[in-house]
């Protein structure tokens, strides 16, 4: 098959977009599928060679080290362009529309080049045009946006509220383009549930393929483990990660243990989370690091004792699998698609009620405790990744999943 991969935005390091960019990619590849990926900024890194990158170029408007900058009227190339800025300037988030539509202009011209349309994430009114035009469309939804509105809501000031509901109003579209698609993938059982029920679609218009993990890079090291080092990865610094949680925590477990707390996530200066390290006063054993390379996350999560995902929702949860597979002993909250992925039975990872910083602080505390139930979890974890998740698996998966979009076409052709 001929694939056209769509991402609005492709995070190399620390977000889900841009990992299962590619590595979907590449074991599409490696099947002897042809795939392209479009992506907007930031651009996906370390593609397969054989997988073909085109840039679609935005305003970049979110783009380190000026986020919500005012470009230069030289800078404005067209209609989406001034969509795109009039969006901001209005407390908007416009990327996935906008990538949308630039994508249904761009392959307007190239309906021949491909069997199939993949969008990751983006659910722009664009990929109705482009399934108008008789292109089959695949879409994956990670999870409900909705839920990340729900928390952030709760956690905002009052005053902060309007700009809250403003930012998330592209949920309206993908709601509505979500409803018209046919074909939507999802990672988890969980999340096609909350799926179903927020964006009010059909059940049997979502296929659920878990995420995989890289079990070569991502594997037990052969250097020992440091005590009391605690790791977690946070895609971003919002309420719906938790990490508050797990600072307030280690706050507690530092009186009677010696602990460190190796976070990986982008912290805005004066953020809530940099602000609560300070307040909590334990910046001497909170180390914060992102835009590492696979090699050196891999490197840091088999360094570390205990992994631990504090998340208040999760639609699938890479990290887990990771976690999983460096044969890290694993605590996570009970949220979410988290216990579907990690297990209930408590063999690869233990699991904490979400929000509760005094459970939190238990688990993690009796772990260090017990070198014997640490090492326990880990071999447990690592067994259960290479057992259920691999890239191969949900390359697979996924093109069984192209296959009936382009059936249902040519059916509905006829």
């Not at 602990?259 to 990986?264: T, Y």
């Amino acid at each position: 098959m001929r694939i056209a991969l769509l991402s609005y935005r492709s995070k190399p390091h620390c977000g889900g977009q841009g990992v299962y960019v590619r590595y979907l990619s590449r074991g599409l590849v490696e099947l002897g599928h042809e795939v392209e990926v479009f992506s907007g900024q930031p651009y996906p890194e370390d593609l397969d060679p054989r997988v073909r990158l085109t840039k679609v170029p935005s305003l970049d408007l979110y783009r380190e080290p000026d986020p919500f900058r005012t470009p230069r009227p030289s800078e404005i190339r067209d209609l989406i362009d001034v969509r795109e800025l009039a969006t901001m300037w209005t407390a908007g988030f416009p990327e996935p529309q906008t990538f949308s539509l630039r994508m249904a202009r761009i392959l307007a011209e190239r309906i021949g080049d491909f069997d199939v349309v993949h969008d990751n994430q983006c659910l722009g009114y664009g990929l109705l045009d482009i399934a108008a035009a008789g292109m089959p469309v695949v879409a994956t939804v990670h999870h409900p946006i909705t839920r990340d509105r729900t928390l952030d809501l709760a956690a905002a000031k009052w005053w902060r509220k309007p700009a809250v509901v403003r930012w998330y109003g592209f949920l309206r579209m993908q709601r509505k383009v979500a409803q018209r698609l046919p074909h939507l993938l999802t990672v988890s059982s969980t999340s096609a549930r909350d799926i179903a029920t927020d964006f009010d679609v059909r059940p049997e218009q979502l296929d659920v393929v878990p995420l995989g993990v890289d079990t070569e890079l991502f594997r037990p090291g052969a250097a020992q483990r440091k005590r009391g080092r605690i790791v977690a990865i946070a895609s971003a610094d919002v309420p719906l990660k938790g990490v508050g949680n797990l600072l307030a925590a280690v706050s507690k477990l530092r009186i009677e243990h010696d602990v460190e707390l190796q976070l990986v996530t982008k912290l805005e200066p004066n953020g809530p989370t940099r602000k609560l390290i300070d307040e909590l006063g334990i910046g001497d054993i909170v180390h914060t690091s992102s835009g590492l390379s696979d090699e050196a996350l891999a490197e840091l999560i088999t360094s570390a004792e205990i992994a631990c995902i504090p998340s208040l929702y999760e639609g699938f949860s890479l990290p887990a699998v990771e976690f999983m597979a460096s044969g890290t002993a694993l605590v996570a909250s009970r949220a979410g698609a988290i216990p579907e992925v990690v297990g209930t039975d408590g063999e690869a990872a233990l699991l904490v009620p979400p929000g509760d910083v005094e459970a939190l602080m238990k688990v993690i505390g009796e772990l260090l405790e017990s070198p014997e139930r640490v090492a326990a979890l880990g071999a447990a974890g690592r067994a259960r990744a290479v057992e259920r998740f691999s890239w191969s698996s949900v390359a697979a998966q996924t093109a069984a999943v192209y296959e009936a979009a382009i059936a249902a076409v040519k059916e509905a052709g006829r």
